[in-house]
């Protein structure tokens, strides 16, 4: 069983919804890490987080340290907003990444 | 544009070949690190360097060598690898260890 868990793992929305991706651990860590993943491959960090909620533009990631537990959310959802989404939770040089969700938004 | 660059971003290479891979920041940054991401597998953290100094690896084969000359360049030295090691090779630098990552676009590799 891996670390850090995520869901969905694939997720399709019509453009303008509003999407949740969830991402669970199971180890201690430092802090936490929201990865984007375009096709063919860039990867872009979104946000890293230890507490609380952080926002970005349309992007907002929470984290509950007591549940282990972290959520990222768009609002207004867009095409360009398709792509993977990793989560990654770290401590000391141990870096633990989830198996990412692919999400697909319908124009 | 990312700050990161790495080069090749396509390879193929067979088995008894010895390659090696390029990544460069141009942000300043000091610490610097190697990734594989595998179809269908999480990203796996191979080294870590900070500072130049290697602070992390991650039971990575012995067939993969990393090298760290400056804060600026970082290079994964492949030899005699096997097709299970066809994967994409992705950098990434960060101010301090472990901060927020800057990603390089990847290298392609196909072990044939």
């Known amino acids: 069983k891996n670390e850090v868990e995520q869901s969905p793992q694939n997720l399709t929305a019509q453009e303008g919804e509003f999407i949740t991706i969830n991402c669970s651990y199971s180890v201690g860590i430092s802090a936490l890490h929201w990865l984007q993943q375009h096709p063919g491959g860039g990867i872009v960090s979104l946000f890293m987080l230890s507490s609380g909620k952080k926002k970005h533009g349309r992007l907002i990631a929470t984290i509950n340290i007591q549940e282990k537990h972290s959520s990222l959310h768009i609002t207004a959802s867009h095409p360009r907003d398709s792509a993977v989404y990793i989560c990654a939770g770290h401590t000391g040089n141990q870096f633990y990444f989830g198996t990412g969700t692919s999400l697909t938004v319908i124009p | 544009e990312t700050g990161v660059t790495q080069t090749p971003r396509h390879l193929v290479m067979g088995m008894t070949n010895k390659k090696s891979l390029k990544c460069e920041q141009h942000l300043g940054h000091n610490a610097m690190y190697w990734y594989k991401q595998s179809a269908k597998k999480p990203l796996e953290l191979m080294f870590v360097?900070?500072?130049?100094?290697?602070?992390e690896n991650n039971s990575v084969p012995s067939r993969f060598s990393p090298e760290c000359p400056n804060s600026s360049h970082l290079f994964l030295h492949l030899h005699t690898l096997q097709p299970e090691d066809s994967a994409l090779y992705l950098c990434?630098?960060?101010?301090?260890?472990?901060?927020?990552?800057?990603f390089g676009p990847g290298t392609r590799l196909t072990v044939t």
């Open positions: 990434a630098s960060s101010q301090g260890i472990f901060y927020e990552q800057y």
């Open positions: 360097y900070n500072f130049k100094e290697q602070t």
